[in-house]
T-cell receptor, first 114, second 115 residues
Framework: GNSVTQMEGPVTLSEEAFLTINCTYTATGYPSLFWYVQYPGEGLQLLLKATKADDKGSNKGFEATYRKETTSFHLEKGSVQVSDSAVYFC?????????????FGKGTKLSVIP | DSGVTQTPKHLITATGQRVTLRCSPR?????VYWYQQSLDQGLQFLIQYYNGEERAKGNILERFSAQQFPDLHSELNLSSLELGDSALYFC??????????????FGPGTRLTVL
């Protein structure tokens, strides 16, 4: 079956530090990949997505590249801000199999300190 | 604001009771999804509806049921509640016409506490 593995958190960084959150996946088909962010007390917001190999998703300074050879979709940001403190979820959708449902990783909590 | 609304925001009830969670999708979206977020299980897909019809089922218990109405809003019914049903329940919506290009937008969630 499909699965997503994210690096264990929590992650604590100082403001302006470089961020990497690792995400690897297992899928039977050719999935679409997503990063969602959940700010404290709020719902999930789509951060970025990539639908095929070598695609790069980007938004708000965050980037992730769909690497089929390593089955990875690592999230990066060059300089984090306090406002980036949230829980980040990597997810896949096995759209190649005609599926719409999202399979999520367990989430990585990021805390950015001034 | 994603455009997906969920009510109520919080729900506190007792074991054995039944509750109904409501979701209104974004304007123009035909598909509605329900997810459960708990500390031990993480985020899990429960069920999907498209234009009033059930399209896919995930890890949904038999005590749980859902439906999508002609105006496209959806309700998730949880019965014979147990302590372990305490969780955050999210609704998401999407256009639902093409898996490859489809993007789900999530509501703020309903936090259910079973005492």
């Amino acid at each position: 079956g499909n699965s997503v593995t994210q690096m264990e958190g929590p992650v604590t960084l100082s403001e302006e530090a470089f961020l990497t959150i690792n995400c690897t996946y297992t899928a039977t088909g050719y999935p679409s990949l997503f990063w969602y962010v959940q700010y404290p007390g709020e719902g999930l917001q789509l951060l970025l997505k990539a639908t095929k190999a070598d695609d790069k998703g980007s938004n708000k300074g965050f980037e992730a590249t769909y690497r089929k050879e390593t089955t990875s979709f690592h999230l990066e940001k060059g300089s984090v801000q306090v406002s980036d403190s949230a829980v980040y979820f990597c997810a896949l959708k096995d759209s190649g199999a005609g599926s719409y449902q999202l399979t999520f990783g367990k989430g990585t909590k990021l805390s950015v300190i001034p | 604001d994603s455009g997906v609304t969920q009510t109520p925001k919080h729900l506190i009830t007792a074991t054995g009771q039944r509750v109904t969670l409501r979701c209104s999708p974004r304007s123009g979206d035909l598909s509605v999804y329900w997810y459960q977020q708990s500390l031990d299980q993480g985020l899990q897909f429960l069920i999907q509806y498209y234009n009033g019809e059930e399209r896919a089922k995930g890890n949904i218990l038999e005590r749980f049921s859902a439906q999508q109405f002609p105006d496209l809003h959806s309700e998730l019914n949880l019965s014979s509640l147990e302590l372990g049903d305490s969780a955050l329940y999210f609704c998401a919506s999407s256009i639902g016409t093409s898996p490859a290009s489809d993007t789900q937008y999530f509501g703020p969630g309903t936090r259910l506490t079973v005492l």
